[in-house]
Nanobody
């Protein structure tokens, strides 16, 4: 699975950004996808995930501000993260991650780094 992110950006507090991730090269019938972030000096953390049926999961810190979505196109799955009302605490490197095969996520698996076997290169989001 190849994951390519786009949407590097800097924005002022209160602004919005949309991150994109293109997932290709997989042959599984089902796949769960997620966005993680890592701020300087902090551990990588789960932000939002979406399972094969479109069920979404969010960290409490982004609920109501961020929206994860996906679009299944031929041979490529596009994952998005719409980020609104951004604040400086959202500044981090954001990573797209994939967990195939996966129908649904249970418990805290949606944010379990070890459950995701494929990762993008990361894209920087800076909120000032």
């Amino acid at each position: 699975v190849q994951l390519v992110e786009s949407g590097v950006g800097s924005v002022q507090a209160g602004g919005s950004l949309r991150l994109s991730c293109a997932a290709s090269g997989y042959t599984y019938d089902s796949i769960c996808m997620g966005w993680f972030r890592q701020a300087p000096g902090k551990e990588r953390e789960g932000v939002a995930s979406i399972d094969s049926d479109g069920v979404t999961y969010y960290d409490d810190s982004v609920k109501g501000r961020f929206t994860i979505s996906k679009d299944d196109a031929k041979n490529t799955l596009y994952l998005y993260l719409q980020m609104n009302s951004l604040n400086p605490e959202d500044t981090a490197m954001y990573y797209c991650a994939a967990d195939p095969p996966c129908l649904a996520m249970s418990g805290g698996s949606w944010r379990s780094i070890g459950d995701f076997g494929y990762w993008g290169q990361g894209t920087q989001v800076t909120v000032s």
